[in-house]
């Protein structure tokens, strides 16, 4: 049985075959009504979402199968205290394969350990979000055809924004893959994400601060919304949340083939007249969103049969309960009976890393 924790709990082939059965499902609607028909998806949604439920829901429905679940966890025995372990184990008793969103880093994957059926990471606070990374590189696949040899600015919040990172790990398995940090100093990429992602695999990347000096060698603009709930401290969010906004001014120097991605909800940082413009994708790619769900469903129902399709949850040299993960939205900080877990950083192996969110231990 395989879960989706992260986009590298599946191989570049894995990818691309959701990615291609994905458009065999947009040929091929009537083919797949059925596919699903007698089982059973949970969505288990601990923080809010518009796309992510409904089009999980929407996928779902669309292949003969039933959907149950929760969109606020309050009303759920969660407001009694009940962890994210025992309620994976509960509503194993009802479902076939559960979609989890969850506020707490490395939620996903506590439920992953306590599953005997497939979880899907709906996205884990701001670490990462791989279903829509599937949507993103099959907006990808769709509007410029291909993943090696492209430009792809990131630009708004890279330091929480889990679509970013997730999509960085997916793309840096391509060749000719370059890509473009475009954010203020506060909303960097992580380091660990430069390090043991950008460096480990070759991944050219480079910063810079407007968006107007990079936007005519741009492939795709992936834009951010700069994410209020993920700040602790409420002026350090006023201080970035007009830091870059996009509109139709900006967009005069860009390629024509350009494609705008944006993983939604908007704020201000698309201003309404870009929408008209043929480059923008964004509501494109929320279609594509329900299309490539669907081929993840059908996929991972079929590799829960597979004895062979695995993937590693815990790597090998991990050390459990030694150090304490400085993360304060870490599961490992936020519920009871949840193990410490820590492996080697993959570039320093004599630093640690957290295997549920990627933070440093507490200095000792
Ligand atoms: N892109 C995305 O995750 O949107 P929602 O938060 O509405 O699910």
């Known amino acids: 049985m395989k879960h989706l924790i992260e986009p590298t709990d599946l191989t570049k082939e894995e990818i691309e075959e959701i990615v291609d059965l994905g458009l065999d499902i947009i040929a091929n609607r009537e083919k797949y009504s059925e596919a699903c028909k007698g089982k059973k998806l949970a969505t288990l949604f601990y923080e809010p979402s518009t796309r992510t439920r409904l089009s999980f829901t929407s996928a779902m429905m669309e292949l003969g199968g039933n959907v149950l679940g929760f969109s606020d966890a309050q009303n759920s025995s969660v407001s009694k205290g009940e962890t994210c372990a025992d309620t994976t184990k509960v509503i194993n008793c009802f479902a076939d394969i559960i979609a989890m969103r969850h ?9 992953a350990l306590n599953s005997r059926i497939p979880v899907i990471n709906a996205g884990d606070g701001s670490h990462a979000h791989p279903t829509q990374t599937l949507t993103d590189l099959l907006t990808i ?8 040899n492209i430009t792809i600015g990131f630009c708004g919040d890279l330091k929480f924004g889990r679509t970013v990172h997730s999509l960085i790990k997916a793309l840096s398995r391509y060749s000719g893959v370059k890509i473009v940090l475009i ?3 506060q909303l960097r990429l992580p380091d660990y994400m430069k390090k043991e992602v950008c460096d480990l695999t070759g991944m050219e990347y480079k910063e810079v601060s407007t968006l107007e000096e990079v936007m005519p060698e741009l492939d795709v603009l992936y834009m951010t919304r700069v994410q209020k709930e993920r700040f602790f401290d409420e002026d350090e969010f006023d201080r970035v949340k007009d830091c870059f906004i996009l509109d139709s001014e900006k967009l005069k120097t860009a390629k024509p083939e350009m494609r ?3 993983p939604l909800p908007r704020v201000n940082e698309i201003t309404v007249d870009v929408d008209a413009d043929p480059r923008a994708a964004y509501f494109r ?3 594509n969103g329900k299309f490539v769900r669907m081929a993840l469903i059908l996929k991972l129902l079929e590799w829960a049969k597979d004895n062979e399709k695995t993937n590693t949850l815990i ?5 459990r309960n030694k150090y304490r993960c400085r993360n304060p939205r870490c599961i490992s900080n936020m ?4 193990d410490t877990l820590f492996r080697p950083a993959a570039d320093h192996p ?5 295997v549920y969110c990627e933070s440093k231990p507490v200095k000792c």
């Not at 790597?315 to 050390?319: D, G, H, I």
């Not at 004599?350 to 957290?354: D, F, K, L, N, W």
Request: a negative charge.
């Open 103 to 111: 506020f707490e880093e490395g939620a996903a994957l506590v439920s």
């Open 141 to 148: 696949k769709r509007e410029i055809g291909r993943f090696d």
């Open 183 to 185: 954010a203020p100093d």
């Open 260 to 262: 705008i991605l944006h």
């Open 285 to 287: 790619q929320v279609e």
């Open 315 to 319: 790597p090998a040299n991990t050390v």
């Open 335 to 338: 519920e009871v009976n949840v």
């Open 350 to 354: 004599e630093e640690m890393r957290c």
